[in-house]
Nanobody
Framework: QVQLVESGGGLVQAGGSLRLSCAAS??????MGWFRQAPGKEREFVAG????????YYADAVKGRFTISRDNAKNTVYLQLNSLKPEDTGLYYC????????????????WGQGTQVTVSS
């Protein structure tokens, strides 16, 4: 049984940092990604990484502020969030794909339950 469990969300002031973790169990995946969803908005891609870590892709809104990484020995992916802004507020989801690196939510096969990130101004 595949499970993705996120942790690390919280409330932080603008300019602050958080580190999200996503532990996967049941199998390994070629691609791991992070998405977020704000109230009243569609789920959007944040960052993705391939198994080897050799390819990483970021949404323009977070480029230069967020960093995705993975520890294959622990089957865990991380998202370091720096210089947070109020518009980064949302429910952050971890997702796993067996295909290639993509920004399309529909291409991801498994999803976690999400961890809330709230950035106050």
């Amino acid at each position: 049984q595949v499970q993705l469990v996120e942790s690390g969300g919280g409330l932080v002031q603008a300019g602050g940092s958080l580190r999200l973790s996503c532990a996967a169990s049941g199998r390994t995946f070629n691609v791991m990604g992070w998405f977020r969803q704000a109230p009243g908005k569609e789920r959007e891609f944040v960052a993705g990484i391939t198994w080897s870590g050799g390819r990483r892709y970021y949404a323009d809104a977070v480029k230069g502020r967020f960093t995705i990484s993975r520890d294959n020995a622990k089957n865990t992916v991380y998202l370091q969030l720096n210089s947070l802004k109020p518009e980064d507020t949302g429910l952050y989801y971890c997702a796993a794909a067996t295909g290639g690196l993509t920004v399309r939510p529909g291409a991801y096969d498994y999803w976690g339950q999400g961890t809330q990130v709230t950035v106050s101004s």
